[in-house]
């Protein structure tokens, strides 16, 4: 089985400042790449950053970077330099390789203050 | 452009009826998905397919069914045993082997349903 979770449903930043925002994942699988996702207003879903599991290294996407800790399964994500625009609902997601099985934690609804 | 589609954007159906929510691909990915979204709930799994003819159910499978008789379409109907199918479905897209390639999923704008 694989799970996503995402403790924290909602967090506020002030603008230009930094914000973490959490998840922890569970899969007995070595294949499998984590995601974290943007859900505006729209309800577009929108690819922030993606880290690929057999990589050490950080994801980094401009202002996005994530903390990929694979033994303790912590997979969280920093924005830096905060913006009105990054208000959203962000949502972790693991996808397995050898099955395709995309799962999504609950989100959290990120505000940011001016 | 390649992209995802699905339609209709929104759709109101009675209740005991049931519907069928489109999506279509032109990206030529293997694994589409189907996915309720609910407040508080974040996007829920409903089924996957891999490959064409073939199709995984998901966490909240019950009261839906879907078909993959072709690469770029993937139908969900939601069924009249689905005891409270109003919300909004989003469907996505994506490479299924995912080593060695960069692969994201892509999503459609997604279906409000509202059964009344």
């Known amino acids: 089985a694989q799970t996503v979770t995402q403790s924290q449903p909602e967090m506020s930043v002030q603008e230009a400042e930094t914000v973490t925002l959490s998840c922890t994942y569970d899969?007995?699988?070595?294949?499998?790449?984590l995601f974290w996702y943007k859900q505006p207003p729209s309800r577009q879903m929108i690819l922030v950053i993606r880290?690929?599991?057999?990589?050490?290294q950080n994801a980094t996407e401009n202002r996005f970077s994530v903390n990929f800790q694979k033994a303790a399964k912590s997979f969280s994500l920093k924005i830096s330099d905060s913006q009105l625009g990054d208000a959203a609902m962000y949502f972790c997601a693991l996808l397995h390789g050898a099955n395709s099985k995309l799962t999504f934690g609950k989100g959290i609804t990120l505000s940011v203050r001016p | 452009d390649g992209g995802i589609t699905q339609s209709p954007k929104y759709l109101f159906r009675k209740e005991g009826q049931n519907v069928t929510l489109s999506c279509e691909q032109n990206?030529?990915?293997?694994?589409m998905y189907w996915y309720r979204q609910d407040p508080g709930q974040g996007l829920r799994l409903i089924y996957y397919s891999q490959i064409v003819n073939d199709f995984q159910k998901g966490d909240i499978a019950e009261g839906y069914s879907v078909s993959r008789e072709k690469k770029e379409s993937f139908p969900l109907t939601v069924t009249s045993a689905q005891k409270n199918p109003t919300a909004f479905y989003l469907c996505?897209?994506?490479?299924?082997?995912?080593?060695?390639?960069?692969?994201?999923?892509?999503f459609g704008q997604g279906t409000r349903l509202t059964v009344v």
């Open positions: 880290q690929e599991a057999y990589k050490q």
């Open positions: 990206l030529n990915h293997d694994a």
């Open positions: 996505a897209s994506s490479w299924s082997r995912t080593v060695l390639m960069n692969t994201e999923a892509f």
């Open positions: 899969t007995s699988e070595s294949d499998y790449y």
